[in-house]
């Protein structure tokens, strides 16, 4: 009766394994297939272990278990490995993306000097962020969906009631604004100091990002993150240092810092007021996002030609192909950013924006008068390494004892192999110069 009862507790736990996904049990440390299909062994001590057949039988299911797990490890290897694969496609991708951008937007101040007018062009783009989803949308999911149910089914992320005008006036609008502000000042940034110093400036949102989380999501403090911080506020200080402090650096780089802290308000409130968006929904907060910053702030690039701050004589003689060009490619490093996760690892996409610095580093020294003095190296590698370090998960440490571990426990089982075959060989040697002695 205890054998009937053991033998159908161990069955539940096979089929609840099965409704759990297999892949991820397969890499879990904790949880292995091994040890949920591995039922056949305390069934064999149960009936003994006089019973040949059951032996025999418990021995071919042992390798049939085996094979599986062969079987799901090579698969969730080959799925690793397509990853990878994506991973590097989309690092080159987000850092050509990335850095063609800032590197168009400088091109485009020689001729069409507007920061704003450009911020506000480059904003209504994020209206094709929901059209491209919905794309996707018929080509991977089975059961197609007409746009209106789609897009009532993402209006769910904003509450039960979807999206009202107090929902847009509380929860979308403030977020509109710092996405707004964050492109402002990072053009106008642009404006004041090269390209170099800019994306590297702009990486420190990372650290303030960990920061805010810290003190307003109240997430789990790490020691080495706080070293990440100090290093990027330390080679903010390097890289004002690096120009003598003059007016028009200090002014650039208060610019992309302030871009750098609005960029992480954003991602910070994002997560506290709304939490975590899905694909769908978070293609129809930035369409809704591209769409207010149409209707609402049209008004302001009129104000601003008509009162000569950003001015052009007509509209054929506007630079649209830089702009075009600019608008397209944020387009679509914003399309990375958020949606990558779907085929790669995040760690990867964050790669492809610090890669961006070393990029526009070479850029700037082939078309701009650029001096790379030793102060200014020293202060991009100290906030490219504090980028780095935030992107170290936050059991890292334990990962090193782990791995340390294991090293220690190879290097112990391969000593005793080494004594015996050294053992071995002293034996042989004794014997050999004994059979010798006695010949002679």
Request: glycine content about 6%; some cysteine; proline content about 3%.
């Amino acid at each position: 009766m205890r054998l009937e009862l053991r033998l159908s507790e161990l069955v539940n736990m096979k089929k609840h394994s099965a409704r759990v996904a297999p892949l991820s049990a397969c890499n879990s440390p904790v949880l292995t297939l091994t040890k949920v299909r591995g039922e056949d062994r305390p069934r064999e001590n149960a009936m003994g272990n006089a019973d040949g057949q059951a032996m025999v039988g418990g021995a071919g299911v042992e390798s049939g278990a085996g094979r599986q797990r062969l079987h799901c490890c090579i698969r969730v290897t080959a799925v690793q490995v397509r990853k990878a694969i994506w991973g590097v496609a989309m690092v080159m991708c987000v850092c050509s993306s990335w850095a063609g951008s800032t590197q168009l937007a400088k091109l485009t101040f020689k001729q069409y000097d507007a920061p704003f007018t450009l911020t506000w062009f480059t904003t209504t783009w994020n209206c094709l962020f929901f059209p491209l989803y919905y794309i996707g949308h018929l080509c991977k999911s089975p059961e197609r969906q007409t746009p209106k149910q789609r897009f009532r089914e993402c209006c769910r992320f904003f509450g039960d009631d979807g999206l009202t005008a107090k929902v847009f006036f509380t929860k979308v609008a403030p977020f509109g604004l710092l996405w707004i502000m964050t492109n402002y000042l990072y053009l106008q940034a642009l404006r004041k100091i090269n390209s170099t110093d800019v994306s590297a400036l702009f990486c420190c949102n990372k650290a303030f990002v960990f920061l805010l989380s810290w003190i307003v999501l109240r997430d789990r403090f790490m020691g080495v993150r706080i070293v990440a911080a100090i290093l990027a506020i330390a080679g903010i200080v390097m890289l004002t240092y690096a120009d003598g402090f003059h007016s028009h650096s200090v002014i650039g780089i208060t610019f992309v810092v302030a871009s750098a802290s609005a960029s992480a308000l954003y991602k910070v409130l994002f997560k506290l007021v709304l939490g975590s968006a899905k694909f769908g929904e978070a293609a129809l907060f930035l369409t809704i996002v591209g769409g207010a910053n149409f209707v609402l702030l049209s008004f302001v690039p009129v104000i601003l030609y008509f009162t000569h701050v950003e001015y052009f004589t007509s509209i054929a003689d506007l630079p649209w192909a830089y702009l075009c060009g600019v608008a397209g490619l944020l387009l679509a490093f914003n399309i990375l950013v958020n949606f990558g996760i779907a085929i790669t690892y995040p760690t990867l996409i964050s790669l492809g924006i610090v890669l961006s610095v070393p990029v526009n580093a070479v850029v700037d020294l082939y078309t701009c008068d650029i001096h790379f003095n030793t102060v200014r190296l020293i202060a991009v590698f100290i906030i490219c390494l504090g980028f780095l370090m935030l992107l170290l998960p936050e059991d890292w440490d334990q990962c090193l004892i782990e791995l340390g571990t294991k090293l220690r426990k190879r290097e112990q089982t391969a000593e005793p192999a080494e004594t015996g075959t050294s053992s071995g060989l002293n034996w042989t040697r004794r014997a050999r110069t004994s059979m010798s002695t006695f010949s002679h």
